[in-house]
Each structure stands twice: as C-alpha cells, then as structure tokens.
C-alpha cells in the first residue's frame, strides 16, 4: 500500500508542479514578449497581441502534451526517496523544455526582426535630392 500512495503522490506532485510551472512561464512570455513583437511587427499592435496570445496557445499545447506523455514511470518508486528523485527528474526534464522552447522562440523572432522591414516610414527626401 505504501508503494501505491508515493506512485500516485509522485503523479499529483509531478502534474501540479509541471502545471504551475508552464503557467507561469506562459504569463511571463506573453506578458514581456509583447513589446518585442510591437517591434518585430513595426507597430502593428493589434497584431503583435494576436500572435502573443498565439504563440501562449502552442506553448501551453506542446508543454501540456509533453507534461501528459513524460506522465509515465519506467520505475516505480517504493519509498519516498525514490519518489523524490523521480519527481526530480520529470520537472527536470520540463524545465528543459520549456527552456528550450523559449530559447527556440528568442531565435525565430530574432531573426524575423533582423530581416529589413519593407514599409517603413521614412521621411519624405528634399526636393533637391531627386535626380531629374
């Protein structure tokens, strides 16, 4: 019976720490990720807030996909150290994904906001300066 309540303890706690920790690094990213994407989208807010909350929706998706594949364990625990090292290691691997996925997400904006932007508005140029 002992081994069945830290298997189960170890799902709860492993569920509800992965949950937290995705929520909370979801607000974060859509709560500061909304200036650079003003920015990548030259302005645009009502795009930039569009593709933020997109990009939360995937986030949480895939994370909450991973957080319910990596559920199972190839080992049991049978006491409560084993159950902690084995939390140990899921939350590990979440805060691995979702470091990654973060990291994915710096460098795919990175790059689209390096790209030239086209529509810029530049200030008219003197009359002087077109060649006739």
């Known amino acids: 019976m002992e081994n069945t309540t830290v298997v189960v303890t170890t799902y709860i706690s ?6 937290v920790l995705t929520v909370w ?3 974060t990213l859509h709560k500061n990720g909304r200036v650079f ?3 990548v989208f ?28 990596a559920l199972k364990m190839s080992q049991y625990p049978e006491n409560a150290a084993q159950g ?8 590990g ?13 710096l460098l795919i904006f990175n790059r ?3 790209r030239p932007k086209l529509g810029r508005n530049y200030p008219p140029m ?5 060649v006739g």
């Open 14 to 19: 492993y569920v509800v720490i992965s949950v």
């Open 25 to 27: 690094v979801a607000q």
């Open 37 to 39: 994407l003003v920015d």
């Open 42 to 69: 030259n302005g645009n807010e009502a795009l930039a807030d569009s593709v933020n909350h997109l990009l939360v929706v995937g986030f949480y998706l895939i994370n909450f996909g991973y957080v319910s594949l």
């Open 84 to 91: 902690i090292e084995s939390l140990s290691w899921k939350i």
């Open 93 to 105: 691997l979440v805060l691995l994904v979702l470091g990654g996925m973060h990291f994915f997400n």
């Open 112 to 114: 689209i906001h390096r």
């Open 126 to 130: 003197p009359r002087e300066s077109v």
